[in-house]
């Protein structure tokens, strides 16, 4: 039986990059993982394929709805579905192979088959062809991840009624796509296929969209879904999903008690994900679950268990490929004898619509719940003349600071690349800025990223100087 100082069970982004800091550590280390690719839901079925979707599916919509206003002038567009499906596969490929040459680079052993514990420092793995090898690690890492999740009375048959999985190898662009949940992943593949020509409903539950999020965020990507012709439902409880033929019923109960029927020809399930720990084994290693279904762990994120750890989506905390990132070289660093740290407050959320969505620190709901006195500052995209010189102009950028101290509490922005600009947020806030030191960095003109300190001098005195 081989031996090694650390053994990864998952090789998605908390396990993989788990696997490099190890082995930069000096550890002997093993990744075992399920499938014939390396990479986890993110990589194969999830960030990385819905984001090449969604740039493509932007480029066409942008040839269609924009062009003729930036004087160029095209004729007989049309989509081909079956390229955009295969330039996604492509995407993935390339990046799942550079994480094979990663692992080699890094002397990672990796074994392809359903890793499961025999005891807490023996891994059995079984393999495509049914036949079984154990190994043996001081420490093991759970970093299985997390699977799609389910409403009871929906039949999900993978072909109409579908989860985000066959979402991206549709066949045909919908005529009527229904989405149930109004969460990150079911509107970011909504604007894929709005975009693309399909009518798009979104029946939730609540009564606002990406709930997780500051409100203002929901409401003012409310506003612009609705220009891609998105329509909502709120307050809405679904009860089936069937299909028949090629058609999907879904029946739901508003919030008078009555019941509406929806029919489309596809129906996404959006509705979460939960943590995947089925057939790991668990007990006979002694690890023990929380109430939730997730994984059980400590500050150091090591289980009830010395020597397993647990990290990403089976454990507590936003079901994100860099949280689960960070989490990876955290643990193996502190298995190292080094003391790492996390601010699970500063790891920003992101929505890759379009505009996109992006947050980091505190909403303003969650201070009002907390009591902390606070000021806002906000600026539109609309008064920025680099929004306006690339037709961006939707969203705003909103900024949370002490009353007392001006440190900020949270930034919220919905605009034109909000995924990369919210970083200067969680860098400011990792060091304890003000937003009066936001305000006093000069920011290149123009650029978007102006509007993120016309904000924080909205926070602070109510100065932004070109609203």
């Not at 088959?113 to 393999?127: A, E, R, Y």
């Amino acid at each position: 039986m081989k031996n090694f100082d650390v053994v990864i069970i998952g090789s998605g982004p908390g396990g993989y990059v788990c696997a490099i800091r190890c082995a930069q550590l000096g550890m002997k280390t093993a990744l075992i993982e399920k499938y014939n690719t390396l990479g986890g839901t993110c990589l194969n079925v999830g960030c990385i394929p819905s984001k090449a979707l969604l740039d493509s599916s932007e480029h066409y919509y942008n040839a269609t709805h924009t062009f003729a206003e930036h004087g160029i002038e095209v004729k007989n567009i049309k989509v081909n579905l079956e390229q955009m499906i295969k330039r996604k596969a492509e995407v993935v490929k390339q990046t799942c192979d550079g994480i094979n040459f990663l692992m080699k680079k890094n002397k990672v052993t990796v074994y392809n088959g359903f890793g499961s514990f025999v005891d807490k420092n023996t891994v059995s793995i079984t393999k495509a062809d049914g036949s079984k090898e154990q190994i043996q690690g001081k420490k093991i890492v759970i970093a299985t991840g997390s699977k799609p999740s389910t409403l009871p009375g929906i039949e999900i048959d993978k072909k109409r009624v579908i989860t985000s999985t066959e979402a991206l190898e549709l066949k045909e662009v919908p005529k009527h796509l229904i989405i149930i949940g109004g969460g990150v992943i079911g509107l970011e593949l909504g604007s894929v296929y709005a975009r693309l020509g399909a009518k798009v409903s979104v029946i939730e539950y609540t009564g606002g969209i990406i709930s997780t999020m500051d409100s203002t965020m929901g409401k003012e990507l409310q506003k612009v879904l609705k220009k891609l012709g998105f329509e909502f439902y709120f307050n809405h409880k679904v009860q089936s999903a069937k299909t028949k033929g090629k058609e999907v019923t879904v029946v739901a109960e508003n919030n008078k008690g009555e019941k509406v029927e929806f029919k489309g020809d596809y129906c996404l399930v959006s509705v979460g994900r939960r943590p995947y720990t089925e057939n790991l084994e668990l007990e006979k290693a002694g690890v023990k679950l929380d109430e939730r279904g997730r994984i059980d762990v400590n500050e150091h994120l090591e289980t009830n268990v010395a020597g397993i750890y647990a990290i990403g989506d089976v454990v507590k905390g936003p079901m994100l490929a860099h949280k689960a990132e960070e989490e990876g070289v955290f643990v193996a660093e502190y298995m190292a004898g080094q003391k790492p740290h996390i601010n699970y407050l500063l790891i920003p959320g992101v929505v890759y619509t379009w505009p996109e969505v992006a947050s980091v620190g505190y909403t303003e709901e969650q201070l009002k719940e907390k009591g902390i006195k606070y000021k806002v500052g906000s600026f539109p995209f609309k008064a920025s003349g680099r929004a306006r010189a690339s037709m961006d102009t939707d969203g705003l950028i909103k900024v949370l600071a002490d009353e007392v101290t001006d440190e900020i509490l949270g930034v919220h922005m919905i605009g034109p690349r909000a995924a990369d600009m919210i970083m200067e947020a969680a860098v400011a806030m990792e060091f304890r800025a003000s937003a009066e030191d936001i305000a006093r960095i000069c920011h290149a003109h123009p650029t978007f990223s102006e509007s993120f300190k016309e904000a924080a001098l909205d926070a602070t005195a109510k100065r932004a100087l070109h609203i």
